[in-house]
């Protein structure tokens, strides 16, 4: 565990609860450049052929890329579409439940309909992981424990650790045939926003320590240390970058 890092992410958490919000219009438009961002970064990680670029023209100008695969298009829109359906849940501050994951997977899964917001029937592989994900049977089951077992996470221990946590554990069971690593990036983000922390990006340029991560948690180390640092990481640079802009903005 980081200590630094977690007293500077609360420090800086704190500083920002106490600015003056930003209007809706630019608290709009700074979501919305975060969200695209955002879907390039987490598709790209899971093969996604479409630049940064390509993916602002698909989801702002509504523009079909030459030459791109349509597949690479209906995941842009779908990851837009639950980033957006998350950010709502986020705003209510909804708890987490089966249902609201299911939901969220089913918008992120445009590209493939009749897998969406259902739980794989079939076993799976993850290549050149050290996850064994489990048996189709025992999905459910570790779904429903693992979301009752991040209520005690929460009130155990530091709630960037508890997110970290879920998602290492989520990504073990990948609950679905297809489409977990994108749902579980959004959840991270989920939690994040209702805890008042700032959704973070993990960048496709960060795939190979994001991926060290999982061997760490999986692998004869055992430790969620790995990916709690590297979100700690991304979310004490994201309220770097927000709140200089939120003081800036209520200055004039």
């Keep these: 565990m980081n200590k630094p890092l977690f007293n500077q992410a609360n420090e800086l958490k704190a500083k920002l609860a106490v600015l003056r919000p930003l209007t809706p219009a630019e608290a709009a438009r700074l979501r919305e450049e975060f ?146 690593g994108r749902a579980g990036r959004l959840i991270i983000n989920l939690e994040l926003i209702k805890a008042g922390f700032l959704p973070v990006d993990i960048k496709y340029t960060d795939r190979d320590k994001y991926y060290i991560c999982f061997d760490d948690y999986f692998g004869e180390k055992q430790t969620a240390d790995t990916l709690t640092n590297l979100m700690l990481e991304y979310e004490i640079a994201e309220l770097e970058r927000y709140i200089p802009m939120m003081e800036y903005a209520t200055t004039y």
């Design 35 to 180: 969200m695209i961002e955002n879907t390039y970064n987490t598709n790209a990680i899971e093969g996604n052929s479409l630049t940064l670029r390509e993916t602002y023209l698909v989801l702002k100008e509504g523009m079909t890329i030459a030459g791109k695969p349509l597949k690479d298009h209906l995941k842009a829109v779908g990851h837009r579409d639950a980033f957006e359906y998350m950010a709502t849940l986020a705003d209510a501050g909804v708890p987490l439940t089966e249902r609201a994951i299911k939901h969220i997977h089913s918008l992120v899964l445009m590209d493939s309909p009749q897998y969406k917001g259902e739980y794989r029937r079939i076993p799976v592989m993850i290549g050149g992981s050290k996850q064994t994900p489990p048996q189709p049977c025992l999905v459910p089951p570790q779904m429903e424990a693992l979301i009752a077992g991040y209520e005690d996470m929460k009130k155990n221990m530091h709630i960037i650790e508890a997110i970290a946590q879920f998602h290492l554990r989520f990504e073990g069971i990948h609950p679905f045939v297809d489409g977990n």
